[in-house]
């Protein structure tokens, strides 16, 4: 049974900073891509941040210069740090993993990051 378990979220005031982690059991973590989304209330689900099995990334311009995602295969487990959050990253960041485009891809149930002052 695959599992992805997103944790971290929060209320941060403008400014601040989380760390979002995601736990995964049931896959071979090292050899998937792994990703972060995030959907805002009324709006589509957005590509966050990726990055692959040999720790190649990917960033949204909207993040890039904030974030920073990081694995570690040892603990099966994927990281997204955020800096400098601005009330528009408001949103559930949702956990991804992805082992190939023809399969679909699994999913976190998502944490919500709330920015507010």
């Known amino acids: 049974q695959v599992q992805l378990v997103e944790s971290g979220g929060g209320l941060v005031q403008p400014g601040g900073s989380l760390r979002l982690s995601c736990a995964t059991s049931?896959?071979?973590?090292?050899?998937?891509?792994m990703g972060w989304y995030r959907q805002a209330p009324g709006k589509q689900r957005e590509l966050v941040a990726t990055?692959?099995?040999?720790?190649?990334?990917n960033y949204a311009d909207s993040v890039k210069g904030r974030a920073s995602i990081s694995r570690d295969n040892a603990k099966n487990t994927v990281y997204l740090q955020m800096n400098s959050l601005k009330i528009e990253d408001t949103a559930v960041y949702y956990c991804?993993?992805?082992?190939?485009?023809?399969?679909?891809?699994?999913w976190g149930q998502g944490t919500q990051v709330t920015v507010s002052s």
């Open positions: 990055i692959t099995g040999g720790g190649t990334t």
């Open positions: 991804n993993a992805r082992y190939t485009i023809t399969r679909p891809p699994y």
């Open positions: 049931g896959i071979s973590f090292s050899i998937y891509t």
